[in-house]
């Protein structure tokens, strides 16, 4: 069966320090992967979403920046965090196959202070 | 640009009673798909249910069900019998041939015992 597994759960980084909150999908191949931000008592944004692998499309303009190293790796970074950067970030995948919905991970807790 | 619209930020319904959740999305896609997720206070999101585009027939999941009006691009969610467990924050989603799936901004759903 298809999990995915997003790390870490909770992270507190300082302004102005970098990010690395990767996500991983086992059990299936050539997923379509998704990163998106969750504001406190908000929607969720897309910020990300990958096709294959090194194939990234962006969203909204800011201060991230993902990566898709292998086929079920995808990774959201920044050079220096910024406040506003707080929220839960949350990724998510599914396959190429008509009708299937998005399946997704537990979610980065990220605190900006 | 596709986008999705969720106008009630917040609901309430009695326990047993039925509640209906409103949605309106925008796409210049004929073939796409619609879903609505649940985010309960853990932040897992858990599908509700999904509704192809093509498909004229209202989908229907046991107590969820959907009133899918295509002209009108209204997808509602109609929960009968609510139940406590059914308290939890509300996604409407659309996902188009370009494999993007964006959310709307959520309706948070309180059940009164």
């Known amino acids: 069966s298809q999990t995915i597994h997003q790390w870490p759960a909770t992270l507190v980084q300082p302004v102005g320090s970098p990010l690395s909150l990767e996500c991983t999908v086992e059990?299936?191949?050539?997923?379509?992967l998704y990163w998106y931000r969750q504001a406190a008592g908000r929607g969720l944004q897309l910020l990300f979403y990958?096709?294959?692998?090194?194939?990234i499309s962006s969203e909204v303009p800011q201060n991230l920046s993902a990566s898709r190293p292998q086929d079920r790796q995808f990774i959201l970074s920044s050079k220096k965090l910024l406040l506003s950067d707080s929220g839960f970030y949350l990724c998510?995948?599914?396959?190429?196959?008509?009708?299937?919905?998005?399946?997704f991970g537990q979610g980065t807790r990220l605190t900006v202070v | 640009a596709q986008t999705v619209t969720q106008s009630q930020p917040e609901m309430s319904v009695q326990e047993a009673e039925t509640v209906t959740l409103s949605c309106t999305y925008d796409?210049?896609?004929?073939?796409?798909?619609l879903f609505w997720y649940k985010q309960p206070p853990s932040r897992q999101m858990i599908l509700v249910i999904r509704?192809?585009?093509?498909?004229?027939q209202n989908a229907t999941e046991n107590r969820f069900s959907v009133n899918f009006q295509k002209a009108a691009k209204s997808f509602s969610l109609k929960i009968s019998d609510s139940q406590l467990g059914d308290a939890a924050m509300y996604f409407c989603?659309?996902?188009?041939?370009?494999?993007?799936?964006?959310f709307g901004p959520g309706t948070s759903l309180s059940v009164i015992p």
């Open positions: 998510a995948w599914r396959t190429g196959v008509v009708n299937t919905e998005a399946f």
């Open positions: 059990g299936t191949s050539n997923p379509n």
């Open positions: 990958s096709v294959g692998i090194g194939q």
């Open positions: 796409t210049s896609e004929s073939d796409y798909y």
């Open positions: 509704q192809e585009a093509y498909k004229q």
């Open positions: 989603a659309a996902r188009t041939s370009y494999d993007k799936v964006i």
